[in-house]
């Protein structure tokens, strides 16, 4: 082998393939979860709860591990956006019942709020990915209720998630805000998940029109996620 | 809503899965949505043993099955073998750690998906919707099955007035069926309206398809040049830039783009396997070693295996032995390990004597002589037994094999008699054809011939203006394709001594022509070449 070069190691293709890896293993985790869970469907109640437990906490990991690789094939042009059309309806059905044990868990409602003949044109998969960060989120920090809303928008569609708990901290909201300049480690929070979702929103396209996600706070209370797809 | 009029009663359900446990979670939950029929297997051979015996109207298969076959390689040897009814339902259960490539962007998509961990809602929720579809556009896909085209046009213009919400499906699905019955024009305006709401990849390729049929090959490389820059997962695209290519005579193109292609999605076995036939043309051999042994690893477990993956592997790295020289051993031994892999898996005599065949001349290719002889008369004398008792059912694998063996070892003649026979039994096989000529001394196809007759034609033309060097460039890039022609070569050399007449003699040159014509031989006196021959021969 080569003398190794510690001044020039390529740490994001190191990061990569180390995410690649533990996303495979805690892909087997969960499964094996689901197996445990579907055995001990008899169970006590008890139970049940450190499996819900055990697999949020395993579904948290795993989601910061997509978002990565996520993020580090956009950079390497290996993750496109595989646009097709897409009714809201059933697409907010399908977010309410892939979070069903997460809100029942945080005792939380998702209300739908879209007319039926709302579609737009995006990647299911990866939008999927930007509302399960923004409903998670949400779900911590409301009190009851979580409302997803799709609303035709500039040729486009607008969506919303809107909670009713003390909304976004103003730093979060001004302009230029840590997730659209990077990751940062020194809010606490790394906002890795908006990062990843601006992204996201910004590999949508159409006509000259570029995706994109906003903050904002409800002048009747509670935080509001937009995402803006053209 | 299960008990009295479920709409799942009547259905025959299948479920694959290597985890038992999975297989009942998933039983369960069908069962509680009034399911009755319902069959469990745990790997991909008993699921097409399955379906073969059976036609399935929903299927849940998960992508990863353990050893053996994966949940996309049954679905496409299920399609492909018409083992499943074209309105089954194939839903994929994915775990989000296998979903590396862009599972929609195949050829054989599967219907849906249900990623893991999933709860009984969404996979109720799933089959709902999925089994909604195919019962809606049931009528369309059962016109196509049986073949009526017609009928499934008219299902389809009606369906798109009838059913606003499934409009696009419909859409898609007529400009597919407009350009099956070659109908362009009208494909083309079905894909420009839905272009004109959304530029939707699949209408932007059925254009390109559409110019492409037109032979209007620079508007469709507009449309597709934008889509292969941003590296799309579609590989139709990639699939028609190298057609576009190929029309236009470039061939080095059309590897660039299939290279292209397989570095985008490196698991299709059908696209390795043109690369490497493709990059042998071109005369790029490590790019066709590269090929062969990936198309040989992904063919594993899928329809595609079989013992020409292995062979074709083995033969090329003797191509590249051949002009590497044997100081690689590592090659020889990979070679050699499947090379004895392939006996173990198939045991068939015209399999071993063809196994026999390549390492006769990998041995050669290593200095084995004696071993490498041992082998070759053992082949010899099988091949003379197999074919008294199968005539030409030997394959005509075996026959362009031994033929090839024979004019490694000196037995140009012999060769000569079993390519033309070859010729002469497959004179449509267009691939098998290139291969021949590839081998032959003189073009023995009709493609070969008209090949032929063109490039002397232009070779000519450029002798006579006196262009010297461009008619070496012509004649080199030709031997390329036919590296045995004994016409190519002759005028390769005349060109060259041409050409020194006027530049001025050159050693190094001269050199190469005599090694050419020494590969030539001796001409009989009844050759065609024989005058041009001892011309030549006399200058040198």
Request: with cysteine.
């Amino acid at each position: 082998m080569a003398t190794p070069d510690s001044q020039n190691i390529d740490f994001s293709m190191l990061l990569a393939s180390a995410a690649h890896d533990m996303k495979n293993s805690l892909g087997m985790l969960l499964s094996t979860l689901d197996q445990m869970d579907a055995v001990a469907v008899d169970q006590a109640q008890e139970l049940k709860g450190y499996f819900s437990l055990l697999r949020g906490e395993a579904s948290r990991i795993n989601n910061d591990l997509i978002y990565l690789l996520s993020l580090y094939r956009l950079q390497n042009k290996q993750l496109q956006a595989n646009v097709d059309e897409v009714y809201l309806p059933e697409f907010f059905e399908d977010q309410q019942l892939r979070h069903a044990v997460l809100l029942e868990a945080f005792n939380v409602s998702l209300l739908i709020d879209v007319a039926d003949d709302v579609l737009a044109y995006f990647d299911a998969e990866l939008i999927a990915g930007v509302l399960n960060n923004a409903i998670v989120n949400a779900a911590k920090y409301t009190q009851s209720v979580i409302r997803l809303s799709a609303t035709p928008h500039e040729g486009g569609v607008l969506i919303e998630v809107l909670d009713d708990g003390p909304g976004f901290p103003p730093s979060m909201i001004d302009e230029n805000t840590d997730y659209q300049r990077g990751v940062s480690f020194k809010s606490g929070s790394t906002n890795l998940g908006l990062f990843f979702s601006n992204h996201i929103a910004a590999l949508h396209t159409n006509e000259g029109q570029q995706g994109r996600i906003e903050l904002a706070n409800n002048p009747s209370g509670g935080g509001i996620f937009r995402l803006i797809l053209p | 809503m299960a008990s009295r009029e479920s709409p799942y009663k009547n259905l025959k359900f299948l479920i694959i899965d290597d985890f038992p446990a999975m297989c009942k979670q998933i039983e369960r939950i069908l069962n509680s949505a009034g399911a009755e029929a319902i069959d469990i297997v745990y790997n991909g051979e008993k699921a097409l043993l399955a379906c073969s015996k059976q036609k399935y109207d929903v299927i849940f298969a998960d992508f990863n099955l353990g050893a053996g076959k994966n949940g996309q390689q049954l679905l496409e040897e299920l399609r492909h073998r018409k083992l499943i009814k074209s309105t089954c339902a194939y839903i994929m259960i994915t775990a989000e750690a296998t979903k590396d490539f862009v599972f929609g962007a195949l050829e054989f998509a599967p219907d849906t998906y249900l990623n893991k961990p999933f709860n009984q809602a969404e996979l109720l929720q799933r089959l709902q919707r999925i089994v909604l579809e195919k019962q809606a556009i049931g009528p369309v896909l059962m016109a196509q099955e049986v073949g009526n085209i017609d009928l499934a046009i008219e299902l389809c213009i009606a369906g798109i007035q009838s059913d606003p919400k499934r409009r696009t499906t419909y859409m898609k699905m007529l400009g597919e069926f407009y350009l099956r019955s070659a109908k362009y024009e009208k494909a083309k305006a079905v894909f420009d309206q839905v272009l004109s709401v959304r530029e939707l990849d699949w209408a932007k390729l059925g254009k390109a398809r559409c110019h492409f049929e037109l032979q209007e090959y620079d508007q469709a490389n507009d449309i597709l040049a934008p889509m292969l820059a941003q590296n799309t997962p579609h590989m139709e695209a990639y699939d028609l830039m190298a057609g576009i290519a190929a029309k236009r005579g470039d061939n080095r193109g059309v590897q660039a783009v299939l290279e292209h292609a397989v570095s985008v999605s490196p698991r299709s076995v059908k696209r390795q396997k043109q690369l490497a036939y493709v990059a042998e043309e071109n005369n790029d051999l490590l790019a066709a070693e590269s090929a062969h042994k990936f198309a040989m690893k992904s063919s594993e477990h899928s329809m595609h295996e079989g013992p020409n993956m292995y062979l074709d592997y083995a033969n090329s790295v003797n191509k590249v032995m051949a002009i590497q020289g044997p100081e690689n051993s590592d090659r020889f031994k990979e070679s050699q390990r499947v090379l004895g892999k392939v006996k173990q898996k198939f045991r068939d005599p015209i399999v071993t004597m063809r196994v026999n065949m390549v390492s006769s001349t990998a041995n050669k290719l290593t200095g084995n002589e004696a071993e490498a002889k041992a082998l070759m008369e053992k082949v010899a004398s099988d091949y003379a037994l197999l074919e008294g008792q199968m005539g030409a059912s030997i394959g005509p694998e075996s026959r362009l094999e031994f033929a090839n063996l024979l004019i490694d070892n000196g037995q140009q003649e012999r060769a000569q008699e079993i390519l033309k026979a070859l010729a002469a039994d497959y004179p449509d096989d267009e691939v098998l054809c290139k291969k021949i000529d590839r081998a032959s001394s003189e073009p023995l196809s009709k493609l070969g011939k008209a090949a032929a007759i063109k490039l002397n034609r232009e070779g000519k033309q450029l002798l006579q203006e006196k262009n010297f060097a461009d008619a070496v460039v012509l004649f080199s890039q030709a031997l390329d394709l036919y590296p045995n022609n004994i016409g190519l070569k002759l005028n390769l050399v005349l060109a060259q001594v041409q050409k020194m007449q006027v530049d001025g003699r050159n050693a190094e040159t001269t050199q190469v022509c005599r090694d050419i014509l020494s590969s030539v031989g001796e001409l009989s006196s009844d050759s065609e070449f024989y005058k041009l021959y001892q011309t030549l021969k006399q200058s040198l």
